[in-house]
């Protein structure tokens, strides 16, 4: 079944800065990875998604790029503000739309 | 519209005990499953639906059960409550294939 890895557990910037997060997946059949954030104790809420025939998407100060031959994704968070302080997973789908995630990265905006 | 209800938000059980979380969805989605959170570890995968009568396990199936009888309802049953199901859990849906997925707002269980 599918694996996915995400880099690193903990992230703490500087407000302003930018701020990165990596993940791979192994199975080269998955077409969609989304990304979720989740504030302390709620549910987790999609961000951004990206689907394999794009190789980048952006919405406002949120980037995803996607290198399917390599199998990796990243998500960029520029010009981070305290509100983006929460843990952030990614995911990707597999056959019957299950979401294998990453264990998530705990990022701090420091002010 | 609602989206994805779960219930009951908090649960203590004692060990040995049997309970059955509630989740249902009112957008009409196909992809049903149930996730459990435990720190440090992501959301994994316990049992997952991808329409009514048709249900597959995850990567931690053990000690659950689920049905899906409705479109709407997907419910997820505890056999015999054991510490280690200590968690949160997650329902979430989704429509059509690749489609985005909704979270429940989770159930804090709790087993002593």
């Known amino acids: 079944g599918e694996n996915v890895e995400q880099h690193p557990s903990t992230l703490s910037v500087q407000e302003g800065d930018s701020a990165v997060i990596k993940c791979t997946y192994s199975d080269s059949a998955s077409n969609y990875f989304p990304w979720y954030k989740q504030e302390l104790g709620k549910r987790p809420q999609l961000i951004i998604d990206i689907r394999s025939n794009v190789g980048e998407k952006k919405d406002q100060r949120i980037a995803v790029t996607l290198n399917k031959t390599a199998k990796h994704f990243s998500l960029h968070i520029t010009e981070t503000q305290p509100e983006d302080s929460a843990v952030y997973f990614c995911?990707?789908?597999?056959?019957?739309?299950?979401?294998?995630f990453g264990a998530g990265t705990i990022l701090r905006v420091k002010s | 519209n609602a989206g994805v209800t779960q219930t009951p938000k908090f649960q203590v059980l004692k060990t040995g005990q049997s309970m059955t979380l509630q989740c249902a969805q009112d957008?009409?989605?196909?992809?049903m499953s149930w996730y459990r959170q435990d720190p440090g570890m992501g959301l994994r995968l316990i049992h997952y639906?991808?329409?009514?009568?048709?249900?597959d396990q995850g990567e931690v199936p053990n000690g659950y059960n689920v049905s899906r009888s409705t479109t709407e309802d997907f419910p997820l049953r505890l056999l015999s409550a054991a510490p280690s199901q200590t968690s949160v859990y997650f329902c979430a849906s989704s429509s059509d294939r690749g489609g985005v997925a909704f979270f429940g707002q989770g159930t804090r269980l709790t087993v002593v």
């Open positions: 995911a990707s789908m597999e056959y019957g739309n299950k979401l294998v």
């Open positions: 639906s991808v329409g009514a009568g048709i249900t």
């Open positions: 957008m009409n989605h196909e992809y």
